[in-house]
């Protein structure tokens, strides 16, 4: 195994890496910053990372502080 799999929907990604986080993991979601925004093809549609963070360790049962 190569140690790493592609998601390349960035939602999934989001939510798969928060479901197998270990106790002491750190998660790093790099690469969008303060946007609120994902451009899809000539699409420009709402995303933010930190939304997307806080459901997912709440669909997790965690906190929702980032």
Not at 7 to 22: F, G
Not at 53 to 66: F, M, N, S, V
């Amino acid at each position: 195994a190569n140690g790493y799999i592609v998601i390349p929907d960035r939602r999934q990604a989001i939510r798969r890496a928060i479901e197998v986080l270990q106790p002491g993991d750190l998660l790093v979601v790099a690469g969008k910053g303060h946007e609120d925004y994902q451009i899809i093809g000539t699409k420009r549609f709402h995303f933010d990372d930190r939304e997307e963070i806080r459901q997912a360790l709440q669909a997790r049962g965690g906190t929702d502080e980032l």
